[in-house]
Nanobody
Framework: QVQLVESGGGSVRAGGSLTLSCAAS????????????LGWYRQAPGKQREFVASISKGFRPIYADFARGRFLISRDNARVTVDLEMNRLKPEDTGVYYC??????????????WGQGIQVTVFS
């Protein structure tokens, strides 16, 4: 059974930091999450879900423009986790953050599975 379990959300004052973590388990066609792209999307109230960051099987990171320079994505293939360290947070970073596992070595936009989402609130 494929599972994505997110942790680490919460409330923080603007300028602060939070680190989200997602543990991926289960195999698809015998392939574990170690061979898949992992990453994060977010959805603010009243807005569409948007890409935040991804990291490929080969540890290549990709960031949305708003995340570059403030957020850092990393993965641990021993624990099969993906972390998103978020720094210098702004109120506009508020939203529900979703972990995604894409069934592709490099493309988070490929078909995959989603976590249930975790709330991040940044207050000024």
């Amino acid at each position: 059974q494929v599972q994505l379990v997110e942790s680490g959300g919460g409330s923080v004052r603007a300028g602060g930091s939070l680190t989200l973590s997602c543990a991926a388990s289960g195999k698809i066609d015998g392939i574990s999450a170690r061979s898949h792209t992992l990453g994060w999307y977010r959805q603010a109230p009243g807005k569409q879900r948007e890409f935040v960051a991804s990291i490929s099987k080969g540890f290549r990171p990709i960031y949305a423009d708003f995340a570059r320079g403030r957020f850092l994505i990393s993965r641990d293939n021993a624990r099969v986790t993906v972390d998103l360290e978020m720094n210098r947070l702004k109120p506009e970073d508020t939203g529900v953050y979703y972990c995604k596992r894409a069934y592709d070595e490099d493309d988070l936009g490929a078909i995959g599975d989603w976590g249930q989402g975790i709330q991040v609130t940044v207050f000024s």
